[in-house]
Structures are given as structure tokens and as C-alpha cells.
């Protein structure tokens, strides 16, 4: 997994980092720092000791370890870059990480907000000291969703879609690599057939099949409210046919999310009409770690963008109300 990550970060931020990076000129000690040796370097409690004036630091090239609580205490601290000619470190938008950003190894305690890379999947020890909680616990959850995100295949836990020569197979929970096994997965395993390759993260793969799905389905007007065990039915004839309304948008995409190993589910209610007032709907939510997002692929189709990966508070079409979810099952 770890050499998947590093090839898709060395390669994705190879060209953006080089644009963040500046050369800091050494002012003073009570504003900027730089800090390099010559050789072996370490930078540890000792180097800034403790220095609240301290607002922006630049390593260089030949730091080769930086312990963690090197930055203790620097309350000020907005900014961290990082020499490109560096082997074991780097930064990107004021933040230090590893050489190949899979794991944040200081966030500033004085920067506000930041992208934090989607390959970072751990934060180190001590990292975030002094950053506020409210912060911090933002900070933790998207590294928390990233590192599921980033699984690869054969890290993904349980049952889901592998691809195999080619083809899409099913793992079973045993390990065992089987064909298959029913019509709706069937017609899902070919919708992620056309739109992912093995080398794509869980959550790539996921991107990557909602794109498809949502312009690869027609809308079609219908009028008939489902009830029942209705999903499958829904699902099977919307892919088969590729044609359906938000019903059938929602339950096929909840059934492909459930393929790549994701719990979903798929919810009825209401949001809000372009008309004005109320009207039924239909979307698909799938759990990332400990929380519920909403995926809507028949607004996608609709609206263009804007419908990937949404709460229900930045949710376009909302406020979304929720009557009614259903969670499906191959």
C-alpha cells in the first residue's frame, strides 16, 4: 500500500508544491528562522527552545531528523517550508510532513486553514500541539477519511469488487475471489469495470464510478413512489436499461458503493424544488469511518457538479430531510 501512495504522491504533488515554495531569507530571530547544518542535523526541543516569537521557519536541505517536539511551544508559528533538495521532509501550504506527505508532522499552531494533501493518512505524535481544538478535531477527521480512503484493494476489510485480468471479481469475506454472485452486483461490477482500474484508491475508484454513473444514466420522469424491498428492483433496471429517475440513481449508486466496500445506504425525504417549496427525492449516503455522506448522482446529472461527498449542511439542493434510509446488501 505505502509504495502505491508514495508513487501517486511523488507524482501529484511534484509540480504543486514547487509553486507554494519560497525562499525565506533569514530577518531575525524573532520573526523568521531558517534551519540547516552541515551533514548529520538534527532539530529537536533545543533548537528554537521554546521561542513564542517565532512565526515562520524554513529546513533545509540537510535536516535529517526533526524529533516531535522540536516545535513545542511555538505558539506564533504560521508557516513551515521545507528545501526542496530535502530527502526526508517536506511542506505544503505551511504544514511539515514526510518526504512523500503521508503523514502531517506539524501543523502551525497560528495557521488558521489549509489543504491538507489527500495522502495523508496519519498524523505524527505532537503534531498538532498548541492547535486549537475546535481545529484540531477538523484536522483529525479529514486524515481519519483520507487513510480509509486511501486503501488500495487488498487492504480494503470484508467483501468488495477486485479487479482480476481484466475482469471485476467479487473477494468474499473468506478471502476467496468468486464471480458475481447476483444480477444488481452484476450490473455493478460493470459499471466499475468501465470507470477503475486496480491501481486507483478506494476512494478514487469511488470518484471515479459516481462520474460515471451519473453521466452514464438518463433521467427519466416517473411518478411512482417505491415501497417494498424496492432497491434491488430499482437499481437492476437503471443500470440495465440506463435510464431512470432519482430512485433508481440512488439505490444503483449505493449498490456500487457497497461493492467497493463502503456500508451505504439509500434515503427518501425531501429537499429543496428550483421551482420553489418542497418535492420528494431520492440520494445515496455511504459511511466514511464514523460518518454519513451524501451522494446524489441524479443532481450530478442534473446540475453538472456539486453533489459528490456533501453534509447536509453544504448540500446545494438543501436543507435535505430525511423520512426514510434503506441499507442494501448484495
Known amino acids: 500500500m505505502r509504495k502505491n501512495i508514495v508513487r501517486k504522491a511523488k507524482k501529484h504533488i511534484k509540480n504543486t508544491v514547487a509553486l507554494l515554495l519560497t525562499v525565506i531569507m533569514t530577518v531575525s530571530l524573532s520573526t523568521t528562522v531558517r534551519a540547516s547544518g552541515y551533514g548529520y542535523s538534527t532539530i529537536d526541543s533545543t533548537t528554537f527552545k521554546s521561542n513564542y516569537k517565532i512565526t515562520s521557519i524554513h529546513i533545509g ?59 495523508v493518512v496519519s498524523i505524527g505524535k505532537n503534531a498538532l500541539h498548541g492547535v486549537p481544538e475546535k481545529l484540531k478535531s477538523q484536522i483529525r477527521d479529514v486524515v481519519d477519511n483520507q487513510a480509509q480512503g486511501n486503501w488500495m484493494e487488498d487492504d480494503i476489510p470484508g467483501s468488495h469488487f477486485v479487479h482480476v485480468d ?17 444480477n444488481v452486483m452484476n450490473l455493478a461490477a460493470q459499471i466499475v469495470a468501465n470507470s477503475t482500474s486496480g491501481d486507483m484508491t478506494q476512494a478514487q475508484q469511488l470518484e471515479a464510478a459516481f462520474s460515471y454513473l451519473s453521466a452514464y444514466v438518463s433521467y427519466e420522469r416517473s411518478l411512482d413512489e417505491p415501497s417494498g424491498d424496492w432497491t434491488k428492483e430499482y437499481a437492476s433496471k437503471t443500470m440495465a436499461t440506463r435510464r431512470g429517475n432519482c430512485y433508481g440513481y440512488a439505490a444503483s449508486f449505493a449498490y456500487i458503493a457497497k461493492g467497493l466496500g463502503y456500508d451505504a ?10 421551482l420553489g417549496g418542497r418535492t420528494d427525492h431520492a440520494w ?47
Do not use: H
Request: aromatic share 14%.
Open 61 to 119: 536541505s540537510d535536516v535529517m531528523d526533526i524529533t516531535s517536539n522540536a516545535f513545542w511551544n511555538l505558539n506564533n508559528l504560521k508557516s513551515i517550508t521545507v528545501s526542496e533538495n530535502n530527502p526526508f521532509y517536506a511542506s505544503y501550504s505551511g504544514c511539515l510532513y514526510d518526504k512523500y506527505y503521508t503523514e502531517l508532522l506539524c501543523y502551525p499552531p497560528a495557521l488558521g486553514g489549509t489543504y491538507i494533501p489527500t495522502t
Open 166 to 182: 481484466g475482469t471485476i471479481k467479487w473477494k468474499t469475506e473468506d478471502g476467496s475471489i468468486v464471480s458475481p454472485t447476483s
Open 265 to 274: 445506504r439509500v434515503c427518501t425525504g425531501t429537499v429543496t424544488s428550483a
Open 284 to 330: 445515496t449516503e455511504v459511511k466514511m469511518k464514523n460518518k454519513w455522506y451524501i451522494f446524489d448522482a441524479e443532481m450530478q446529472n442534473a446540475k453538472g457538479s456539486g453533489y459528490y461527498k456533501q453534509t447536509s449542511a453544504s448540500y446545494p439542493a438543501g436543507p435535505i430531510e430525511t423520512l426514510e434510509n434503506y441499507a442494501v446488501e448484495f
